[in-house]
T-cell receptor, first 114, second 115 residues
């Protein structure tokens, strides 16, 4: 079956530090890949996506590249801010599936301190 | 920007009682979903809904659960006889386009607490 594995949190960084959150996936088909972010007390918001190999998704300074050869979609940001503190979820949807439910990783909590 | 809205934001219910969680998907969306997140755990798929019927459901979505789109705007999740382990955050999501790589848009969730 399909699955997503994320690095365990929590991750604590100082402001302006470099962020990497690792994500690898297992999929029977050719999935689309997503990063969602959950700010405290809020729902899930789409951060970025990539739909084919070597695509780079980017938004708000975050980037992730779809690597088919390593089945990875690591999230990076060059300089984090306190406002980036949230839980980050890597997810996939199998485009061969009927109504494409998302499969999520366990989430990685990021805390950025000033 | 249009949003998915969920009500209530927090629901407290006695074990064994029925509960209905409500969602208003984005107005021109066609595909609807419910997910849940038990505290500290991953977000899990419950059910997807299209064209007035269930498209897919997970093993979590047993006979105690049902979904309905009673009118043109609401999409509800009913739990018939709640159990303690149903305590979780429940998220509704919707997607508009036919293309399967389009993202799902989520509401802010309903926190369900079973006593």
């Amino acid at each position: 079956g399909n699955s997503v594995t994320q690095m365990e949190g929590p991750v604590t960084l100082s402001e302006e530090a470099f962020l990497t959150i690792n994500c690898t996936y297992t999929a029977t088909g050719y999935p689309s890949l997503f990063w969602y972010v959950q700010y405290p007390g809020e729902g899930l918001q789409l951060l970025l996506k990539a739909t084919k190999a070597d695509d780079k998704g980017s938004n708000k300074g975050f980037e992730a590249t779809y690597r088919k050869e390593t089945t990875s979609f690591h999230l990076e940001k060059g300089s984090v801010q306190v406002s980036d503190s949230a839980v980050y979820f890597c997810a996939l949807s199998d485009r061969n599936s009927g109504n494409t439910p998302l499969v999520f990783g366990k989430g990685t909590r990021l805390s950025v301190i000033a | 920007e249009p949003e998915v809205t969920q009500t209530p934001s927090h629901q407290v219910t006695q074990m064994g009682q029925e509960v209905i969680l409500r969602c208003v998907p984005i107005s021109n969306h066609l595909y609807f979903y419910w997910y849940r997140q038990i505290l500290g755990q991953k977000v899990e798929f419950l059910v997807s809904f299209y064209n007035n019927e269930i498209s897919e459901k997970s093993e979590i979505f047993d006979d105690q659960f049902s979904v309905e789109r009673p009118d043109g705007s609401n999409f509800t999740l009913k739990i018939r006889s709640t159990k303690l382990e149903d305590s979780a955050m429940y998220f509704c999501a919707s997607r508009g386009e036919q293309a399967r790589n389009q993202p799902q848009h989520f509401g802010d969730g309903t926190r369900l607490s079973i006593l």
